[in-house]
């Protein structure tokens, strides 16, 4: 699978953020997505994760209510909606996908393929 995010920028606290990211190589409605992020000097952490068929997805407590994810299995592509940003959602975002089933999906290890990232940057 072949991943390529783009939508990130610069954007004052308070604005939004459309991330999009595009997936090729493996039928979509097959594998669970998601969206990661790295902060300069952080770890890698878990944003947001959406079912294989889009039905169900899971958020971080810190983007909870401000963002939301949606895939499209036709169109092969992956949403994050960001609203409300602040300076802390600063970082890389980076989509990611895997097959796995009955994983935990909060971790980096449990995906197998991985964009190559889209810097978003929110100014106070």
């Known amino acids: 699978v072949q991943l390529q995010a783009s939508g990130g920028g610069l954007v004052q606290a308070g604005g939004s953020l459309r991330l999009l990211c595009t997936a090729s190589g493996r039928a979509f409605s097959t594998i669970t997505m998601g969206w990661f992020r790295q902060a300069p000097g952080k770890e890698r952490e878990f944003v947001s994760a959406i079912s294989r068929r889009g039905g169900k997805a899971g958020y971080a407590d810190s983007v909870k209510g401000r963002f939301t994810i949606t895939k499209d299995n036709i169109k092969n592509t992956l949403d994050l909606q960001m609203n409300s940003l602040k300076p802390e959602d600063t970082a890389i975002y980076y989509c990611?996908?895997?097959?796995?089933?009955?994983?935990?999906?909060?971790?980096?290890?449990?995906?197998?393929?991985w964009g190559q990232g889209t810097q978003v940057t929110v100014s106070s």
């Open positions: 990611a996908a895997t097959s796995r089933l009955y994983t935990d999906l909060h971790e980096v290890t449990s995906w197998d393929y």
